[in-house]
């Protein structure tokens, strides 16, 4: 792991703990790009750990510090994510399949965060979850189905009861109280990636599979 220590943090507020991790994507031309972004004070950004695509493994804010990654948005009814959570920049220009040393490495690096925190694999979430309709990141050819193998993150293997209402699946799940349209996109781009057009069954079978697992 190499220092790059960031200007852009500052102590989390009301005592809070980290119960949470936010993954993303730079979409960057380059790692130095997204490096020099992360440290800039103008920029007012910054990120716990940024991954690059060979697997090189940066720490820009300590973990006990509250880096700023997050921005507007809510998880599970509570706001300032920024203060629940530790943010992961992961070098993808939002197109292009994650590198297999990038995944190797986050793996390895969720694997000390979750217990190190007490953080389940259900707080781990990618950042359009928590900003639906404003951000899109780690998008959808990030996959989330290899962490659930690893225990880092939740993938429904079998679907749930297609009876159960969306919105009741996805509030247990966490999504913020949105439009429905934003939510069921959210919804779709981490757990139904390429899926369009109005809500199903499927939809409801999914997300209440996903729901059992939150």
Known sequence: MRPCPSPNFGPRRDRLRPELVV?????????????DRL??????????????????????????????HAGAGEWRGRGDVNSRSIGIELDNDGKSPFAAPLMDRLEQLLAGILPRWGIA????????????GRKVDPGPRFDWRRLARQGLAIWP?????????????LDRIGYPDVTPDLRLAAFRL????????PECAEDRAVAAAVAALS
Request: aromatic share 6%; glycine share 10%.
């Open 121 to 132: 694999p259900d707080g781990v979430i990618a950042h359009s979850d928590m900003a639906p």
């Open 190 to 197: 981490r757990f139904r990636p390429g899926v369009s057009g």
């Open 23 to 35: 993954v993303h994507f730079t979409e960057m031309r380059s790692t130095k790009a997204a490096l």
């Open 157 to 169: 293997e079998t679907p749930g009861d297609a009876g159960v209402p969306l919105a009741t699946s």
């Open 39 to 68: 440290s800039d004070p103008a920029a007012e950004v910054s990120a716990h750990y940024l991954i690059g695509r060979d697997g090189t493994l940066w720490q820009m804010v300590e973990e006990e510090m509250r880096a700023w």
